[in-house]
């Protein structure tokens, strides 16, 4: 029977690349498919995860909050980080809480990871830290490992440019962690990808690679795809009771209860949530619409997000955004 072991869920960004929409919810808890990034997350966690231990610290009432109305079957401990820490600085603020070998996800991504596995793996490896690894075209908003052929990791770069990038390979955001790693994590403000993992490369650290699929969700385009590939082939089924005369569905196209599609054009890859409202002789593609907006007569939204409540003009033409009325002064 293998022990069971505590998560650190690192959910405490300030979602900069999101904006405006962050200013209005913070990352974890945008809807993907209408589920919280944050629930997709917790709900990939294998059961050997006894505890899950969330510093939070950005929009922290609107968490609470949300976990106290839908509480996750295992036990949730949140921890206060007053000021961000930074990544390191998250997982060290809460070492009281970490009793063995414990986990770290970074909660702004959701992949096919299969996390029983690679607790299995670092202990195989008899690794100090072990880190989930998977291949991109672009590294370059990401961190990077040059792997040994027996998985071990050489170098770790962090946000490489794009001569300096040594390899494709990069950290997806899941650690495997000895209780001792928390030694090497100094006080205040600390990144871990840039100062502790450089630190602890030659104690050990290992990469796992895994098939399926790893989406970041943490910009508009990739949140996108996050519901692209969530939503698949398949379109669910739709109430005709939203669907106007004069309306064209291009499949996949997920279309809520209560919505109204007017005599307009959605998808192909269109969220339209409960509530939402597209008029007449609009296009709709390759976007998500949140509950309650209104989108106008004769619009065109591609590559987009319209936040909740948003009311877009007719006529009015809306290219990769994100549309809130949210404001900096919202934090
Ligand atoms: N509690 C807390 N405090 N959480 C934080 C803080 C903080 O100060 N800063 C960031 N986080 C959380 C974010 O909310 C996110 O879930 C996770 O830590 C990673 O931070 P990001 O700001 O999203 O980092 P990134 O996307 O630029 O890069 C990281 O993730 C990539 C994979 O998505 C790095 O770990 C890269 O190496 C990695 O490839
Ligand atoms: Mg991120």
Known sequence: MPSAVKAVLLVGGL????????????KPLIPVMGKPLVMHVIDSMP????EIIIPVSYKKEMMEDYLQKNRPKRRITLVDEPEPMGTGGAVKNVEKHIDGQFLVINGDSISSLDIAKFIKFHRQ???FA?????????????????????????RFQEKPKKEEAFSNLINA?????????????????VSMEREVFPRILD??????????????CGRRENLLEAFWALMGRDTRDIDKKCVQEGAELRAPVVVRQDAVIAGATVGPHAYISERAVIGIRSRVERSVILEDARVGARCQIRD????????????TVVESEILSSAKATDR
């Open 203 to 216: 104690r050990g650290m290992y990469g796992m690679q895994f098939d399926g699929y790893w989406i970041d």
């Open 125 to 127: 490896k008899k690794a």
């Open 47 to 50: 059961a050997e995860i006894d």
């Open 304 to 315: 987009s997000i319209v936040d909740v409540g948003v009311t877009v003009p007719d006529g």
């Open 173 to 189: 955001g899941a650690y495997a962690l000895e209780h001792e790693v928390l030694d090497h994590i100094g006080k205040g403000f």
């Open 130 to 154: 072990s880190i989930s690894l998977w291949p991109v075209d672009d590294p370059t908003p990401y961190g990077i490992v040059d792997l040994a052929k027996d998985d071990r990791i050489r």
């Open 15 to 26: 979602g900069t690349r999101l904006r405006p929409l962050t200013y209005r919810i913070p």
